[in-house]
Structures are given as C-alpha cells and as structure tokens.
C-alpha cells in the first residue's frame, strides 16, 4: 500500500514536528512509487506553509521535509525525482583523490593507494578540500542564470563564515578515522571522505554560529564583524544560514551516497543538529535580557546547555563520523565514546566560558559579552555558588546589561571571590577525572585517540 493511502498530509506533517518521520516510514515497506507519494505528501504540506513566509519556525518545518526524504532514500536507494542527473565520475564535477592527496598509484589506480597513517600534511590537504568543495557547488550554480547572482553572493558568504576556525572539529574527524581505520581502509579515497565529512561538521559549525551571533546579537567572531553586522547583510543573515546547512546535505550526497555508512551519517547529522537546537533553545529560554532571573542559573542547567547546545556536535560528533565510517556500529561502543566525549565537550566550554571573561581577544577571535548577554555561563553559577546575600543583590543589579561600567562591576566580584583560582582547581580536577574515564570506558576504542583530544584542549588559550 503506498503511503499516500496510508498517511495522510496533515498526519505526514505531525510526525515531521515530532521528530519520527524517518522512524516511521522505515517500518513501512516502501517502494519507489510510494516515494513520489512521500515527496507529494511534503510538497503538498511545504505549500501550505509558505503563506506564511516571515515565520522563521515555519521555514524549518518545511526543511526538516528535505531532511527526512533524503534519509528514506538513504535507506531505500529510491530514484531521486528532483535530482538534475550529473556524471559524479567527471573531474570538474566531483574531488579528484590524485590531485589533492597525490597518493602512488597501485595498480594503476591511485584510488586503493595506501596513505601513510601519520596524517602528515592533512590540514593543508583539508585546505586544499575547502577550495574544492565551494567550487563544486558553487561554479555549478553560476552556470545557472537564474540563480548565478545567488551563488555569486554565496561563495562570498561562505569564505567569510566557514573557513576562519580552529578546524579542530573538522581535522577531528580524519585523525578519529586514522585512529580507527584498519590498514586496508586507509586509502586516499577514504581519507578524502574523511577530509569532505569534516567540512561537512565546520559547515555545520558555521550554520549554528551565523544563527547564534544572531540571536546573541553578538559583536565579532574570528576576528572579524559578524557576518550580519556586514553591510547591506543584517536579517539576510538568517537565510545564507539555511544555505550553508544545505550544502552539507549535497556535499555527503555526492560524495558518500554509494558507502554503507551513508544512511548512519545522515542520521547523526540531522539527530545532532536536533540536539544543538535543543540546547541553544535552553540557553535562550534561561538568559533572556527581558527577564533577568539568576534563580535560573543553576549548575544542572548549565550542564544540560552545554550538554546539549556545545559536546554533541563538537566532540561526538567528528568520532563517531569516523566510527561508522571504518563499520563500527555497535551500541555499546558508541556509548562508551558518548560518555567520555561528552564529558570532554563539558570541560571545553567551561574553559570557553572563562575565556569570554578572561581570554585575550586578539587571540580567542572575539570579544567576550556572556556578562552583557546575560549568559548562565560556569563563571556566574560558580559565584552564585559562593556569594553573600550583598554579593548577589551586586550580579541581579549589574549582571545582564549592555553596560560597559556594570560589566567591570561584575567582573570585579569574580575577582572578590577569586573565581581564576577556582577555574584553575577545576582544569586539574577534571582532566584527571577525564584521565581516569577514558582508562574505564574507551572499551574497544584506541585510548590514545581520546588522550590526544584531551591534551589538545588542556590549558589551551583560545
């Protein structure tokens, strides 16, 4: 029976809100035909929504329909009604492994060529990948002239918001991979997938973070004006973040659509992007500038935004890209990777948060506002923690205002309560307790792949 006799549209729209569309069209037995059916049902529901196209919550609902069909296709390897047939094997269409990676040729193919497991030269090869990806989805789009000067002005908007990172997260997920791979997996070929899925998680990075400087009306972000503070820019804002999602979806289209893992990442792309969402909605639902309300800010609150809105897509999500790419797919080890790497994403915004306080902004990229914003951040639930009834009547009057004389008021207090030596107490504490979880929990999982992750963020300074 194809679903569209089953489900009706305003039942497919439901189950889309809910979060279950995937999940419930896979106990479905769904055929090719049913497909066009599903794709008529959101068409249908997209329409529908679109008489009302200022709101912003509406535009995600119809996008989470692009979601959900890509990931039963994923599935169902269903024909792709709306995809523009291209020759992915062509090299102007599609990354060529032997001219980024410049692998020997075994056999005659540079494809199976074996990479040495040091991962020397990976981050200037991802830089190469970066150039490669934007010009692939881009100089395809110029060639279209109903849309050229939209792609003219997303390449713009792509240099400016995705490359200027750290890239840890990205380079994450090769060095997860090299970790993981066994010696016939590392090819260039899957060392290359491994280089587009990392840009796929810095892609993602920048969608959350052109919405948040948004939300958070915030100044600069790596060292340069955020990207709606841009002239002529400003609300537009809110759409090239739409754009950069969307390229994550057609770069693992045509770049791992034919692998195993292909539905997997799909799935931990769109389940990871649920669960940021969810906490960056914590963070706006505890610190509103309208509401000031410090009984809000306590410590189980701030480890669930972080929890929610920073560790999942920032630490368990490059490792387990990696994970299901070499096949390990098992329950238990992803547990046991989430719980040390959750932990470690914990750590990591803590130190974030007293380097919005404290960090030099020349070197972080940006200038801290967590006091303006009026952010349940570690440094005022700590003071909280500590204050006298006097102390805390100082954080309700001064903390949250865009004041630059209330800020130094509050800074002032944290070093009345010496909060630097109480950061510094926990820095020791918790990568000793991190220490100490990854020798009872990596399991099967290499334990100097997670060592490694947690020196590189010890002490660091941006």
């Not at 994450?172 to 899925?197: E, S, W, Y």
């Amino acid at each position: 029976m194809f679903v569209k006799s089953m489900i009706s549209p305003f039942s497919f729209y439901k189950l889309s809100v809910a979060g279950t569309f995937v999940r419930s069209c896979r106990s479905i037995s769904i055929t090719s035909s049913s497909a066009s059916h599903a794709r008529w049902a959101a068409a249908t529901c997209a329409t529908a929504r679109h008489r009302r196209p200022n709101c912003i919550e509406e535009v995600y609902t119809t996008l989470t329909w692009t979601r959900a069909l890509s990931a039963i296709e994923a599935r169902q390897n269903l024909p792709r009604v709306f995809q523009q047939q291209r020759n992915y094997t062509s090299t102007t269409d599609r990354i060529g492994t032997s001219d980024l990676l410049g692998a020997n040729t075994m056999n005659g193919s540079n494809k199976k060529a074996r990479i040495e497991t040091s991962g020397d030269g990976d981050a200037a090869k991802f830089e190469e990948v970066y150039h490669t990806l934007v010009n692939e989805i881009i100089t395809e789009d110029e060639a279209n002239p109903e849309i050229a000067d939209a792609a003219k002005r997303f390449r713009k908007m792509l240099d400016y918001n995705v490359p200027h990172g750290k890239r840890n997260r990205g380079l994450t997920v090769i060095n997860a991979f090299r970790h993981l791979a066994q010696p016939d997996q590392l090819t260039d070929d899957n060392v290359l997938k491994a280089m587009v899925m990392g840009w796929c998680v810095e892609w993602l990075q920048a969608y959350f973070l052109i919405a948040d400087d948004i939300m958070d009306q915030s100044k600069t972000r790596r060292g340069q004006p955020c990207w709606f503070r841009q002239p002529d820019i400003g609300m537009d804002a809110i759409n090239d973040s739409f754009y950069v999602e969307a390229c994550i979806y057609k770069f693992l289209k045509r770049h791992i659509r034919g692998e195993p893992y292909y539905a997997d990442v799909l799935e931990l792309f769109h389940e990871t992007t649920y669960q940021t969402v969810v906490g960056q909605s914590l963070d706006l639902i505890t610190s509103p500038e309208s509401n000031r309300d410090l009984n809000r800010f306590t410590q189980q609150r701030y480890d669930a935004i972080v929890k929610w809105k920073t560790a999942f897509y920032s630490f368990y999500l490059p490792v387990a890209l990696a994970m299901y790419m070499v096949g390990i797919e098992n329950e238990e080890s992803h547990r046991n990777a989430k719980t040390i790497l959750l932990t470690m994403g914990h750590f990591f915004q803590v130190q974030d948060d007293y380097l919005d306080c404290y960090g030099d902004p020349s070197v972080i990229g940006k200038i801290g506002t967590d006091i303006e914003e009026n952010k349940c951040g570690w440094l005022v639930v700590q003071a909280l923690q500590r204050v006298t009834p006097q102390q805390r009547l100082i954080i309700e009057e001064n903390y949250g205002f865009d004041d630059a004389s209330k800020v130094s008021k509050i800074k002032e207090l944290y070093r009345e309560l010496d909060i630097t030596s109480v950061y510094k107490a926990y820095e020791e504490k918790s990568y000793q307790d991190l220490m100490q979880l990854i020798e009872n929990h990596s399991g099967s999982l290499p334990k100097e792949m997670f060592v490694a992750y947690a020196k590189r963020i010890y002490k660091r300074q941006k």
